[in-house]
């Protein structure tokens, strides 16, 4: 199993950035992909949930201004952040539960005040 994380970067408070999320090595469109991130100092944290039939849950501090989508085709998972505040600087990793947690090797993402 292995999920490739990008599109971390640096932007500016009230940007926007796109994360994705490759998996290889599992069906990937029966399972549900998770977006989770850790800032410095904090326990890790799920960002955002997608099921295989699309179904979402979001954490409360990004609700309305993430969005999380899959490409089932391109084996990817999207993560849309508008709207960043430095609050929502982090490393970012993506995460599949099989017979046991499976990390992406995570994205960092720094948002500037």
């Known amino acids: 199993v292995q999920l490739q994380a990008s599109g971390g970067g640096l932007v500016q408070a009230g940007g926007s950035l796109r994360l994705s999320c490759e998996a290889s090595g599992i069906m990937f469109s029966i399972n549900t992909i998770g977006w989770y991130r850790q800032a410095s100092g904090k326990q890790r944290e799920l960002v955002a949930r997608?099921?295989?039939?699309?179904?979402?849950n979001y954490t409360d501090s990004v609700k309305g201004r993430f969005t999380i989508s899959r490409d089932n085709v391109k084996r990817t998972v999207y993560l849309q952040m508008n709207s960043l505040t430095p609050e929502d600087t982090a490393v970012y990793y993506c995460?599949?539960?099989?017979?046991?947690?499976?990390w992406g090797q995570g994205t960092l993402v720094t948002v500037s005040s």
């Open positions: 997608i099921t295989s039939g699309g179904g979402t």
């Open positions: 995460n599949v539960h099989l017979n046991r947690d499976y």
